[in-house]
């Protein structure tokens, strides 16, 4: 067992840190106050061929892992981005590149993988359903089989960074409810245009994660071709839990990132800060003792994460690992952020010191892309051998 990073690992993390450094906290800060996706940074993430590095090499990725994506995430997100920064790479990489790499068509594959790792084409994800949130196998979006196509009717709802992407991923039932075996039969997986008729959308005010639109997506008789397939008619679902599992471990790296800035803010002020005398409260153990908690939080979520995205790259069962460390990250960026606000004082809860920001977009990760609830479901379930209660 081996914990250091090789020689290609370290570059690419310098590689990240560096970009990510180029567009830091004001950068941050002035895009989230106007509400903006932060196109001149996923730019230059694509240019510099950190978008494409888990994505096969015979279509312009690099073809490594999705520990070297984490190790991407993390160093965007401590270098300044924040938590929001993997939901560019679930987007992408993960939404487009491991549905299409994985399940697309050859035809599928040469068309939108070089021009998703190029960053010319953005993607999103249509999946969660007002009357069905975590319970994916209760969707009732419906695409009903006409010619060689289909007709798509149903509508989404926190559907992140719509307006901003050129092809959706959309699961939808293609089986009716009482014709299906299972509830697992009769899912499909589909990429589309955004731009289509039919397909609406309305934006959500929120707290946080400004800089990415969410929305609720309406398909009004919406035409899908034959050749928009992906994967398994009607056996969709175990093909996307592929697309979501690794999405705990983007998300978790950000949250990683999000905290490792956190903690550098606040030691920064403490070190800096005077109030009484010539001592700086950063000398204070009511000070230290909390942020050194955290740190140590922090250490030990980032080598679970690793070895979530290790076994997957493996080829191993990664399920358990990627669901605590991502419970552990979500918790853990909650308290490190709080506490950063709380070594500041009043200062912390002011935009000039950016721990607010860091705070308000880790914070919908507590209940998203899985809720802990959910994650201690699955752990009680599958880890620890307790009868299922959902």
Sequence with gaps: MNFDLNEEQRMIATAARQLGERFGLDYWREIDAQKRFPSECWKAICEAGLSGVSLPNEHGGAGLGVLEMALIIENLAAAGAGSTVSQLFMLNPIFGGVSISKYGSAQMKQELLPKLISGEVNFCMALTEPDAGTNTLELRTFARQEGEGWILNGRKVWITAVDSAQKMLVVARTKKIDEVRSRT????????????????????????????????????????????????????????????????????????????????????????????????IGAYQGIQFPLAQCFAELEATRLLNYKAAARFDQGASFGSEANAAKLLAAQMAARTTERAMQTMGGMGYSKEYHVERLWRDCRLFRFAPISEEMILNYIAVHDLGMPRSY
Aim: glycine fraction near 10%; include cysteine; aromatic fraction near 8%.
């Design 185 to 280: 039969d009769g899912l499909t997986m589909f990429i589309i245009d955004v731009d289509r008729p039919g397909l609406t959308y309305t934006p959500i005010e929120k707290l946080g994660t400004n800089t990415l639109s969410s929305c609720a997506v309406f398909f009004d008789n919406v035409e899908i071709y034959p050749n928009e397939l992906v994967g398994t008619l009607h056996g969709g679902w175990r093909e996307l839990l592929d697309v979501l599992n690794t999405e705990r471990i983007a998300t978790t790296a950000g949250l990683i990132g999000t905290c490792e800035l956190a903690l550098d803010l606040a030691v920064k002020y403490a070190n800096d800060r005077k109030v009484f005398g010539d001592q700086a």
